[in-house]
């Protein structure tokens, strides 16, 4: 798999890829993750990106002539199945989503920025957007690397082990359960003692109604979706 992301403030969307598991990903050729700075498509000498809104308001607007040179940069070195856009209007990001883009080949991810990018780009080039949250972000930065973060993992052999990915919360629509780890009691805080009896089947059942509970309680809106 490949992720291409635009942006230009690349510095912000780097520093994800080089650590921890989503390094290792790359490392281990399991995915390809490249930066491209937006300021190299214009022709502007002062590599400008941005114009004010026609119509007046405040906030800059991402041209569209860089977007689109270094879309069409590209594309003609690779097909892309999807170029999304990384904006709060777009429909929110979540678990099936990340499943379903894990099975594509080349993604390429538009960061916004400022008060967004020309509207010609989103009809005219743009497959879909997505959402991170009902919130607004300064830019699209941190929404791509959520998004890729959220798709890499799931490649098989990112995690070492691989169950672990399926265990998620969110991957079967229920939280995930509680874990602990050593030592077995602290200031007389105990582990639950199923977790120590070696019993699997016991284990597992205990897990799944924890799951169930926890969902309840804390995202009862999954259980509804199910
Ligand atoms: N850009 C700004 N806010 C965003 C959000 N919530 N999700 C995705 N991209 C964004």
């Given at each position: 798999m490949r992720i291409d992301i635009v942006t230009c403030l690349p510095k912000l969307v780097e520093s994800p890829f080089s650590d921890s598991i989503l390094k290792r990903a790359q490392n281990k050729g399991l995915v390809e993750v490249v930066v491209h700075d937006l300021r190299k498509y214009s022709t502007d000498k002062h590599h400008k990106v941005d114009d004010y809104a026609y119509g007046g308001g405040a906030g800059m607007v991402l041209m569209i002539e860089p977007l689109v040179n270094c879309i069409r940069d590209l594309q003609s070195q690779r097909d892309y199945d999807e170029i999304i856009y990384t904006s709060p209007d777009g429909p929110r990001f979540n678990q099936s989503m990340a499943n379903e883009l894990v099975l594509k080949g080349n993604l390429m991810i538009i960061c916004g920025h400022y008060k967004g990018i020309d509207e010609r780009v989103r009809t005219h080039f743009i497959s879909r957007e997505i959402s991170i949250g009902d919130y607004v972000l300064s830019g699209g930065e941190l929404a791509a690397a959520v998004i890729s973060d959220a798709v890499i993992r799931l490649i098989p052999g990112v995690l070492s082990d691989e169950t672990s990915a399926l265990t998620d919360?969110?991957?079967?629509?229920l939280v995930a359960p509680p874990v602990y780890t050593r030592p077995a009691e602290f200031e007389g805080l105990k582990v639950p003692y199923v977790l120590l009896s070696g019993h699997e089947a016991n284990i597992e059942k205990w897990r799944f109604e924890q799951s169930v509970e926890r969902t309840k309680e804390r995202r009862p809106d999954n259980l509804e979706e199910r």
């Open positions: 919360s969110f991957q079967d629509g």
